[in-house]
């Protein structure tokens, strides 16, 4: 019979846990790991997030807020998020991302801000 105090087993059980579960997460696809509307690190969904962001920042008529929308791209589907400051502002927005990934690849979760500043 194993004399070892009972802690040291509960240890070597933790070590051997944590170990195994360690090994399991080097073994999977990052890329594919992400939670929906999370940006993935695949070098596609990264540079269609770059592109879209690029086209969003240089437009000048855009506000702050619009600007700095959250922009993650998920196995080639670009998520919007955050507040912009109007209907229309919303919908350059949108557009800029349909024109760059596709209308059927943008998923706008954008809101529309009431408190009218931000420019």
Do not use: H, W, Y
Request: hydrophobic share 40%; charged share 25%.
């Amino acid at each position: 019979m194993d004399r070892r105090p009972l802690t040291g087993r509960m240890v070597a059980l933790a070590v051997a846990t944590v170990l195994a579960v360690g090994a399991f997460a080097c073994g999977r696809d990052e890329s594919r790991s992400a939670a929906p509307g999370a940006q993935t690190t695949a070098a596609t969904d990264r540079d269609l997030t770059q592109r879209v962001r690029q086209a969003i920042s240089s437009d000048d008529s855009l506000s702050t807020s619009a600007k700095n929308v959250q922009i993650a791209t998920n196995d080639g589907t670009v998520t919007l998020r955050g507040a912009v400051q109007s209907p229309q502002e919303r919908q350059v927005v949108a557009a800029k991302a349909k024109q760059i990934a596709g209308a059927e690849r943008v998923d706008d979760q954008l809101q529309v801000a009431s408190n009218g500043g931000g420019r």
